[in-house]
Each structure stands twice: as structure tokens, then as C-alpha cells.
């Protein structure tokens, strides 16, 4: 590999083209996005003007991108490559093929625009596109050191957040209210922006990806809020406590110990040689035996890194065997349709004999 890039640059290049040669692929084509951010730390944002990382299984790496936007890859990694430069009414697929050579598997990062996908398409006649995720989801799925210690940071900062959602949930203040405050805290312990806000009180709180509404707080409501984000290097946070405005029925309390219970044990589980499907069992079972097993409605987690939702997902079916440095969401919920629901979610991250929780909040129903 030519030049001065960052070893950890370098060394992710390296083994993504050492993924690809596994897979018999022969070149990477990644647009901006998670997956270029991972290999270069480039971010930039994907448009009609193509800029892509071209990775080769074998020989040294290139960058194209429209000479307007060279000026803004001063400074990074790809300027130990070669940059391929083009104007408006130049054809970049074609000087993408060119440099590429006559490839027969290309692999495209997921988020590639269909624009720059199809025109690939045309430009290089004799090859197949596939997915590079099944490529780069081996990599970016085992989080280095530098990774954990910034997932321990968005996870600091959001419980951060959390400890303060008890003064802002109030009886008589709309779930957007509350929902502003949020907002406002989670950019002020660090995040670059909140990239979602879930404030479910009383039947919202039965429907998991609600957001916020008008709906004005009850005492007594069980409110579920889930919230996160991305901090300046990325790496995002994502944490769910249930709460309790007043005094619990008995009816949440039993159910509430149910769900504490699963969950607990689900991160009990995690450990190198576990398989992704038997962590989501073990909160499942739990649920199911107790006669809840149809209000659990989504899988147990998932992974999370440059990318709220990425490899691996915690739910049935996937025998991905874990290993040291995962890191992902532990995050069973129990939901009643038109009446409440609860959800309780810790990151963790797989250590050599199980694992640590990024999340430090309390578990229990937290009254307001
Ligand atoms: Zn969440
Ligand atoms: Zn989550």
C-alpha cells in the first residue's frame, strides 16, 4: 500500500482486501457512508456526483471525486492514494471502471446510491455487483479498542441524559415537551445531534418506535424512552429506561419484574461462543414462560457502532457465533396494544469471558 495513511487506515484496508480476496472478490467500490467512514474516516455525504473508494483485493487503492469536492478530502487518509479527479460532463463510472480494470466481482457498499449502482453497472459489462457487507460486516462487527472506548463515551453521555428524564416527566406536559428537553440534554452532554427520541407514555408506550406526540402525561402512565445518537467521532448511543409517572399498578410491577428479568439474564448469557440466537432465546424464554411471549414483539438486539442498527442482530435464526469486541443492544420489551408497555436496553460489548454494559443506569421501573 503506497504512502502515509494512518496504520489503523492502513491496517483496515488491508484486511478488508484480504476479506475480499477470501470471498473471491475483486475489487470494493464504497460510496460515502458507514462503511467508507470505517476504511478511511472520510465522511461525506452521498449525492448525484459520484465519490467512491476504489479497493482492488490486490494492489493499491484509489479515490474518486469531483474536482469541486477535492478540496475537501485535504488533511485525510485517502491523500496517501491515488485521487482520480473529474469535472461535470465527465463519465466518473467509466473512469471508476478504467482504473478497476476488467474486475468479474465487484462488491458495492449497501448504502450506494441505485444511480451510481446501475451506472457501475453499464461501465463494467463483464462484471457481477454484489454486497461488500457480508466483506466489511467481519471487520466493523469487531470492534477495536479505540471503538469500545468511544461506544463507553456515547454510553457515558446518554446515561447522562437519562439521569435528568426523572424532572422532565411530569403529569400535565405533552410527550413533546419532554421530548425537547431530551433533545436539548443529549446535544449538551456531547452528542453531535440526537438522532432519535422516543417518548412513549401510557398506549403510545405499546408501540416501540414511536416517537414523541401531544399527548399530555398522566399520573400513573408507565412512559418508555429511548434515546440516542451519534457522538463527533460517530459512534453512537442508544439506551431505553421505563418509567413511572406516580405510583406502579400491581399489574406493571409483575409484568416490569418480568421484563427486568429477562433482560438481566440476556446479558448474563453474552459471552464469547454463544451464538447471537441463543442470547435472543434467553430473554424470550423468559418472557414466553411467564405468558407474555406474544406482547415481545421484535428481536432481543442489535449491533451498533458507526451505525445505530448494524451487525450483528440478536434475534432467531442468526448462528453468528459471538466473539471479543461485538458490541450490540440487549433490548426485550413487553407491549400491550391500546395500554402501556415497557422496554429495557443496555449496549454491551463482548469481553473474553462475557461481557460489559456501557449503560450504568439503574433497571428498575424509576418512579417521577
Ligand atoms: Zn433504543
Ligand atoms: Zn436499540
Not at 63 to 68: A, H, M, Q, R, Y
Not at 285 to 311: M, S
Not at 314 to 332: R, T
Not at 335 to 351: C, H, K, L, N, S
Request: glycine fraction near 10%.
Amino acid at each position: 500500500m503506497s504512502g502515509t495513511a494512518p496504520d489503523h487506515v492502513s491496517a483496515r484496508l488491508e484486511r478488508a482486501q484480504a476479506a475480499a480476496r477470501e470471498a473471491g472478490v475483486d475489487a470494493l467500490v464504497v460510496t460515502p457512508g458507514p462503511d467508507l467512514q470505517y476504511l478511511t474516516g472520510v465522511v461525506k455525504h452521498s449525492h448525484e456526483r459520484l465519490s467512491a473508494l476504489l479497493l482492488p483485493a490486490e494492489g493499491d487503492p484509489a479515490f474518486v471525486v469531483p474536482t469541486l469536492e477535492r478540496p475537501g478530502l485535504d488533511g485525510s487518509a485517502v491523500e496517501s492514494m491515488d485521487v482520480l479527479t473529474w469535472t461535470d460532463g465527465v463519465d466518473p463510472h467509466a473512469l471508476a471502471a478504467s482504473r478497476l480494470g476488467d474486475p468479474r466481482r465487484v462488491a458495492v457498499a449497501a448504502d450506494m446510491p441505485a444511480l451510481h449502482v446501475l451506472g457501475l453497472r453499464d461501465a463494467l459489462p463483464a462484471a457481477t455487483l454484489e454486497l461488500a457487507t457480508p466483506i466489511l460486516r467481519q471487520l466493523r462487527m469487531r470492534k477495536d479498542a479505540g471503538e469500545v472506548a468511544a461506544l463507553r463515551t456515547a454510553g457515558a453521555a446518554i446515561d447522562d441524559v437519562h439521569a435528568q428524564v426523572p424532572d422532565w416527566l411530569v403529569a400535565g406536559r405533552t410527550e413533546a415537551e419532554v421530548g425537547a428537553d431530551i433533545t436539548r440534554a443529549i446535544v449538551e452532554t456531547g452528542h453531535a445531534e440526537a438522532a432519535f427520541v422516543i417518548v412513549g407514555s401510557g398506549p403510545n408506550g405499546a408501540s416501540p418506535h414511536h416517537e414523541v406526540s401531544e399527548r399530555v402525561i398522566e399520573r400513573g402512565d408507565v412512559v418508555v424512552v429511548d434515546i440516542g445518537g451519534p457522538l463527533p467521532d460517530g459512534y453512537n448511543s442508544d439506551s431505553t429506561r421505563t418509567y413511572v409517572v406516580g405510583e406502579a399498578s400491581d399489574e406493571v410491577r409483575d409484568v416490569y419484574a418480568v421484563l427486568q428479568r429477562a433482560q438481566a439474564a440476556a446479558v448474563d448469557a453474552v459471552r464469547p461462543g454463544a451464538t447471537a440466537e441463543s442470547i435472543d432465546e434467553v430473554a424470550r424464554a423468559i418472557i414466553r414462560d411467564a405468558g407474555y411471549g406474544e406482547f415481545f414483539v421484535h428481536r432481543t438486539g442489535h449491533g451498533i457502532g458507526l451505525e445505530v442498527h448494524e451487525e450483528p442482530y440478536i434475534v432467531d435464526g442468526n448462528d453468528l457465533v459471538l466473539e471479543p469486541g461485538m458490541a450490540f443492544s440487549i433490548e426485550p420489551g413487553i407491549y400491550f396494544p391500546g395500554r402501556w408497555g415497557a422496554r429495557i436496553e443496555d449496549i454491551v460489548v463482548v469481553t473474553d469471558t462475557g461481557c460489559e454494559p456501557v449503560n450504568r443506569r439503574p433497571h428498575d421501573l424509576l418512579s417521577c
